[in-house]
């Protein structure tokens, strides 16, 4: 085996029992298909399955040709629906439906609504997401940038789908959602998924994580998304279409941050 093959950690995705890499991957602002492609077979083939992308990131067809390189049983694929398509059961049924088309699948794994709609009630916005998993267009449902209140609401109103995640911002700078995201969705079965977990190449700048690094010989890329992984329930989801940068964040995996050198970061 290659010594450059970590060994992947999973984790479960809600309390559904289903197993996904314990790191993911981003496609907001992916531009170069085909280097974008490179990197993420790279990562692929060294264990990571869960790709993360939304209608409004005309990234779907990027994540289909990628399906078709690799196959679809490889990949746990999470899409999004933006607010203004929830509008009725039959707006949110085609978006989905086109999202699918794009991704050239018949069935997506998690469709999340990307925002809660501002003036919709969320009980509207959860019974047409829940029309999704009905007509077997995905297997499990979720949300992104819900607060606390919205989750509990979005929890309390549905039929007889579980919400699985919360896809939210998080990152070693951007700390807040630890006092109540986090340990709401710990306590309900949720999955925190991370989006912009490396706060845009910021970690560099961090006096805890430099030291860090220096210890262990990692980059500060990797000791952040290794912080994230080390949460309880925690997935980030970087983004890259470098093959090289792809390479630097599958080396945050297969190795752990001990609690002094965690103690350190926060």
Not at 26 to 55: H, M, P, Q
Not at 141 to 153: K, P, R
Not at 184 to 201: E, H, Q
Request: glycine share 8%; with cysteine.
């Amino acid at each position: 085996m290659e010594s450059d093959f970590p060994r992947i950690e999973y984790k479960h995705m809600g309390s559904t029992g289903e197993k996904v890499s314990a790191l993911g991957l981003g496609t907001y602002g992916i531009s170069d298909y085909k280097r974008g492609e490179e990197a993420f077979v790279y990562a692929i083939d060294r264990g990571i399955n869960l790709i993360d992308t939304a209608e409004i990131y005309n990234t779907e067809d990027f994540v289909g040709g990628i399906i078709k390189r690799v196959g679809r049983e490889k990949l746990f694929i999470t899409t999004k629906v933006w607010p203004k398509n929830l509008a009725s059961r039959e707006s949110t049924i085609k978006a989905a439906r086109g999202s699918l088309s794009r991704l050239g699948i018949k069935t997506v794994d998690l469709i999340l609504i990307h925002w809660p709609h501002e003036t919709m009630s969320i009980g509207d916005q959860i019974k047409n997401i829940e029309s999704v998993q009905r007509e077997g267009l995905t297997r499990y449902i979720g949300v992104s940038n819900f607060s606390v209140q919205q989750m509990e609401e979005a929890r309390n109103s549905t039929n007889s789908s579980e919400i699985v995640c919360n896809q939210v911002k998080y990152n070693f700078a951007e700390r807040a959602i630890e006092r109540d995201v986090i340990p709401y969705c710990n306590r309900n079965g949720m999955t925190v998924v991370a989006y912009t977990p490396i706060d845009k190449g910021k970690a560099s700048r961090n006096r805890g994580i430099k030291e860090v690094s220096r210890k262990l010989g990692k980059t500060p890329t990797q000791i952040a998304l290794n912080f994230l992984m080390s949460r309880q329930g925690v997935i980030p989801i970087p983004k890259t279409e470098n093959l090289e940068h792809m390479k630097e964040i599958v080396g945050s995996i297969g190795w752990k941050l001990s609690k002094e050198e965690l103690s350190l970061i926060d």
